[in-house]
C-alpha cells in the first residue's frame, strides 16, 4: 500500500495545476482538485480488480472520476480536457510514488 501524500506536496500539486490551468489549457482550481485527484488516484486498486492495470487505465478513471465529480448531472467539459488534466496529474503522482 502506498504511503499518503503529506500536505506540502498536495499543495505542489496543486500549484502545478494551478499553472497548468494559467497556460491557457483548463479553468481549473488546483487547490480545490489536487486533493480529490489524490484520493481518487491512490483509491484505484480498491475500486478496480484489475489484475495488470496500466498507467492509461488510471488516468482514463481518473478523468472519468473528476468529471462525475465536478459535472455530476450534465457533462459540458469535452473529455480529452479531463483526460489533459488527469495525465498532468498522473505524472507528478506517478513520480512521487516511484
Do not use: C
Not at 506540502?8 to 497556460?23: C, F, G, M, Q, R
Not at 487505465?57 to 472519468?64: F, G, H, P, T
Amino acid at each position: 500500500m502506498k504511503k499518503p501524500l503529506d500536505r506540502t506536496k498536495v499543495n505542489t500539486l496543486a500549484e502545478e495545476i494551478d499553472a497548468y490551468s494559467k497556460a491557457g489549457i483548463g479553468l481549473w482550481n488546483g487547490a480545490e482538485i489536487a486533493p480529490i485527484a489524490v484520493r481518487r488516484w491512490s483509491s484505484f486498486d480498491r475500486r478496480h480488480k484489475t489484475k495488470h492495470p496500466t498507467t492509461a487505465d488510471r488516468v482514463s478513471d481518473l478523468a472519468k472520476g473528476l468529471q462525475a465529480h465536478y459535472e455530476p448531472d450534465m457533462p459540458y467539459t469535452h473529455m480529452t480536457e479531463w483526460m489533459n488534466l488527469a495525465e498532468l496529474i498522473a505524472k507528478f503522482l506517478d513520480d512521487l510514488w516511484e
